[in-house]
């Protein structure tokens, strides 16, 4: 199944306590992890953080094997980073030769840790969405974005985008799988045909579900009008956010994680 495949984005509630902190403490705390890893230059800094990071997973009660898949699809990005600080970083002690190729030690640390910092950054990021419901990380990120309404900037607007784009993920996804299993059954398996040809019937897949989405979301818009949504109309909110203790504890390790780097 196309959804069970999909790893990021999904919502998997085990009740602990990072599912029931607030959304918008999550995201500031996620935005502070981003810059924690991109300050990471060190080997003990690169520890540092995936001590806290491995802590706050195992808290969150969901397997560590499916924060492990989410780096499947984005493996042949890392091994490329990697590779191309091997070959392109001339600093440090000569490692290897052979003929134009000249690997330095420094270019082995540094591939090293950019991939490092990729894998912590993309397991840990997952926490996000694996212990928010959409309407909440939506809802979060409304709130996170409301100071920009003095800019211009409509919260609603971005937030709706969102929402529509999450609950249509599933969606498609089945529409695909649909037109896989009708190609299938007509002799047009996608498993057996060569890359050349899996090319082809990608592109035949793309056309019919990208009308069908257009389709999907003209009814969306139908429905939405026939019920007198307007957006930017005063509605209140079927989850009322509320800042506790532990919201602000969260942040604070991500803040701890942050000096310690800098530390190091």
Not at 237 to 254: C, E, N, P, V
């Amino acid at each position: 199944m196309m959804q069970q495949r999909l790893i990021i984005g999904r919502f998997i509630n085990t009740a602990s306590w990072v599912h029931h902190l607030d959304p918008r403490a999550k995201m500031t705390a996620m935005m502070i992890y981003a810059a924690s890893v991109i300050l990471i230059d060190t080997w003990q800094g690169l520890l540092w953080l995936a001590i806290i990071s491995l802590a706050v997973m195992i808290s969150t009660k969901i397997p560590l094997k499916l924060f492990m898949r989410g780096i499947k699809p984005l493996a042949p990005l890392i091994i490329f980073m990697m590779l191309f600080q091997f070959f392109f970083i001339k600093e440090g002690e000569l490692l290897f030769s052979w003929g134009f190729i000249h690997v330095y030690d420094q270019g082995i640390t540094r591939g090293m840790l950019a991939a490092g910092r990729m894998i912590l950054f993309v397991t840990f990021t997952a926490i996000l969405t694996f212990t928010t419901t959409p309407i909440k990380l939506t809802q979060g990120l409304e709130g996170i974005l409301r100071p920009f309404t003095i800019i211009g900037v409509s919260p609603q607007k971005i937030a709706l985008m969102i929402s529509i784009a999450l609950r249509f993920i599933p969606t498609i996804l089945d529409e695909a799988q649909k037109i896989v299993k009708a190609q299938a059954s007509r002799g047009a398996d996608m498993k057996e045909l060569p890359w050349k040809d899996k090319g082809k019937m990608a592109i035949s897949l793309l056309v019919p579900v990208m009308v069908s989405a257009f389709k999907r979301a003209e009814d969306l818009l139908y429905s939405m009008e026939s019920r007198g949504f307007q957006l930017g109309a005063p509605r209140s909110s079927y989850y009322t956010l509320t800042w506790h203790l532990q919201d602000t504890a969260f942040i604070g390790i991500m803040f701890l994680a942050m000096v310690g780097i800098i530390c190091f």
